[in-house]
């Protein structure tokens, strides 16, 4: 359970209590900060990768560039957070939302049609303990990859096979200015 839940440009994450995984993972890279350029999305693509595996569930996709969805409907997030001084991140804090075993029955109106849970795509209950330190290991090991440079050559190969926008007709919003097209890569 979350009091404070939040997502990407101070979003509010909904965090009610019993059945989901609220994970917060602090790492000292010491890095340059071109090496975290792709980090949150690297994330994403591992997860949804071990998702996919781990729950059989196949359609699970991640919409750019933190969003972990099912069909139309959210499942998760991620977000980064990073202390950088001059041009090295000296910390850094990843964090994922994840509806695990909650019933969105629960979840507010403005969200409870939008969202779904592991456990109702699925019609089990998962183990959230073994679930999070199986995680655990996907984000270290994805931290790694990113750190390393790896991240950056696989990326595009993986990106497409998870893509949740790929061939959608999506609309920018650049200030005043507006564009649509389908979103092909």
Known sequence: HQTTGRGRRGNVWYSPKGGN???SIGLRPKIELVKMKNFTLWQGVRI?????SYTEIDNLHL????DLFYDNQKIGGMLTE????????RSL???LGLN?????????KSIKNCSTSLSKIKGAKFH????????IKVILDASNQCFSGEANELLLKEWEKIDFLR??????NNGKERFSGIAND
């Open 21 to 23: 995984l609220y994970l």
């Open 48 to 52: 949804c990768q071990f998702l996919r």
């Open 63 to 66: 919409k750019w560039p933190n």
């Open 82 to 89: 990073a202390s950088i001084e001059s041009e090295y991140v």
């Open 93 to 95: 804090v990843f964090g």
């Open 100 to 108: 695990v075993n909650a019933s969105n029955i629960k979840f507010p």
């Open 128 to 135: 959230i303990h073994e679930l999070a330190a199986k995680l």
């Open 167 to 172: 061939e959608k007709k999506i609309i920018i």
